[in-house]
């Protein structure tokens, strides 16, 4: 894997979970790492084992803080829009306001902080790379994630545009799309092996993903190795989406 020597990687969502895997790898790989999301504590959590991180604390359901928080962090080699929510509805129960906060955090929130960075990218010449981190829900139906399932299909086709509209500036943008993934959460939410056992029968490889698996496919969509890699849609799915 490249180092990522004096690159400036702006991570949001990122001081748990996949993106805290994300900003750490980032960060031993020799990056610049500045991670944005509205949890101050777990910010501090990071903060206080990696000092060197640079954490900024704001909504991103909120167009204009987010917009004026990115604008004052400078400019980006690299993005990762890792933040994210699933509020777990059936469809026929599902809320506008649950319906409205996904979409919010899941895809505008993707388009806002991207407009920024990819402007100043330009600005400065430079030929960056944009990961979005999407969900295997974009290509297949999941119970009672209606919300979840659609703002995931809305990112990987704004990531398609994107890729086309920033690539003649040198600014690639992919996606990763992940099945159930291991980190702490996703560890108490499948734990229970009945609600285990019929998704992992769908998976030829027969286990979910752990957060390495992710942060190691984002890491090679940032780097020079995927130099020739935009609009892409990378399942890290075990095989789920071949079945």
């Known amino acids: 894997m490249d180092t990522f020597k004096g690159k400036r990687i702006l991570v949001t969502g990122g001081s748990q979970g996949i993106g805290k895997g994300i900003v750490i790898e980032l960060w031993r790989l020799g990056a ?7 949890q101050p504590d777990e910010q501090q959590k990071l903060k206080s084992e990696y000092p060197t991180i640079e ?11 987010t917009r004026k928080a990115v604008e004052s962090l400078g400019v980006f080699d690299g993005l990762v829009n890792n933040a994210g929510v699933a509020i777990i509805e059936p469809f026929l129960e599902c809320t506008p306001t649950s319906f409205d906060r996904t979409m ?16 100043k990218m330009i600005q400065h010449k430079i030929k960056g790379s944009i990961v979005n981190i999407s969900s295997k829900a974009s ?3 999941l119970q ?10 809305a990112v990987d086709s704004m990531t398609r545009v994107m890729s086309l509209e920033l690539g003649p500036h040198g600014i690639r943008v992919n996606t990763v799309n992940p ?4 980190s702490e959460l ?7 092996p009945d609600k285990s056992r019929n998704l992992l029968a769908k998976i030829p490889l027969g286990r ?3 957060v390495e698996d992710v942060v190691n496919t984002v890491l090679f969509l940032l780097s020079s190795r995927a130099s020739m890699i935009t609009g892409v849609q990378l399942p890290v799915d075990g095989g789920f989406l071949a079945t």
């Not at 954490?55 to 803080?65: F, G, H, I």
């Not at 899941?106 to 902080?113: E, G, K, M, P, S």
């Not at 099945?179 to 291991?182: F, K, L, R």
């Open 55 to 65: 954490t900024a604390c704001v909504d991103l359901c909120d167009w204009a803080a």
């Open 179 to 182: 099945t159930a993934v291991m």
């Open 104 to 119: 919010s955090i899941n895809v505008r929130a993707i388009l806002n902080v991207s407009q920024v960075v990819a402007q």
């Open 32 to 38: 610049n790492v500045v991670t944005i999301s509205n």
């Open 208 to 210: 979910f993903g752990e």
């Open 144 to 153: 009672n994630h209606v919300a979840y399932c659609a703002s995931k299909s």
């Open 139 to 141: 290509k297949a139906a």
């Open 186 to 192: 996703g560890r108490r939410v499948w734990a229970d």
